[in-house]
């Protein structure tokens, strides 16, 4: 599985979101290929799945599958980040 964090740059708030996500896989028991990327690069055979902020989900309409999508309200709450990564390997995997 992989997974992409995605942010307007592809430099600081995806690599923050990276580490999170491999926090939250590891915390969960899940094993995944993590790594970052900008906006403009995202297509959709890149990842399994795509997180990122909420300002930036109207640029992934028609990228990607919108089931390979998960938007945070936050990208700095692990919380939210676990809540809904979980969701999507219970509905998904």
């Known amino acids: 599985m992989k997974i992409y964090a995605v942010?307007?740059?592809?430099l600081g708030s995806s690599f923050m979101l990276e580490k999170n996500i491999r926090t939250v896989m590891?915390?969960?028991g899940k094993a995944a290929e993590v790594s970052h990327t900008d906006l403009?690069?995202?297509s959709t055979d890149l990842a399994d799945?795509?997180?990122l902020g909420q300002d930036l989900a109207p640029g992934m309409h028609g990228k990607v599958d919108p089931h390979k999508i998960i938007v945070l309200k936050?990208?700095?709450s692990k919380a939210e980040l676990e809540e809904k990564l979980g969701q999507?390997?219970?509905d998904h995997v």
């Open 7 to 10: 942010c307007g740059h592809g």
């Open 26 to 28: 590891e915390k969960l």
């Open 40 to 42: 403009a690069s995202v």
């Open 49 to 51: 799945i795509f997180v």
């Open 74 to 76: 936050s990208i700095i």
């Open 88 to 90: 999507w390997l219970t």
